[in-house]
C-alpha cells in the first residue's frame, strides 16, 4: 500500500473484540486484519483492486443497502 489515508471507524464493542481476537490469532495487528478482510471481501464482490491507470474500479454493481441505519 503506497498512499495511505486516517479514517474514523466506528464499530459496535463486540464486534471489534472480535475482529481483534481474530487478527490476533492471525498474528496480524487489528489495522492489517481489517486491511486484509476489506481486500478479500472487494475481490469476493467483484470489485477490481486497481486499474490499469492505478485508479479503482467497480467491475459490478455491489448488491444491499450501503446504510442500513434507521431513517
Known amino acids: 500500500m503506497s498512499d ?4 474514523t471507524l466506528r464499530l459496535p464493542e463486540d464486534l471489534r473484540d ?4 481474530h487478527a490476533k490469532s492471525e498474528r496480524r495487528s487489528l489495522n492489517s ?5 476489506l481486500e478479500v471481501g472487494l475481490r ?3 470489485v477490481d483492486t486497481e486499474s490499469s ?6 467491475s459490478v454493481r455491489l448488491r444491499g443497502n450501503p446504510d442500513s ?3
Open 4 to 7: 495511505e489515508v486516517r479514517m
Open 18 to 21: 472480535r475482529l481483534r481476537d
Open 33 to 37: 486484519e481489517l486491511v486484509y478482510m
Open 44 to 46: 469476493a464482490a467483484g
Open 53 to 58: 491507470d492505478g485508479d479503482s474500479t467497480v
Open 69 to 71: 441505519s434507521p431513517a
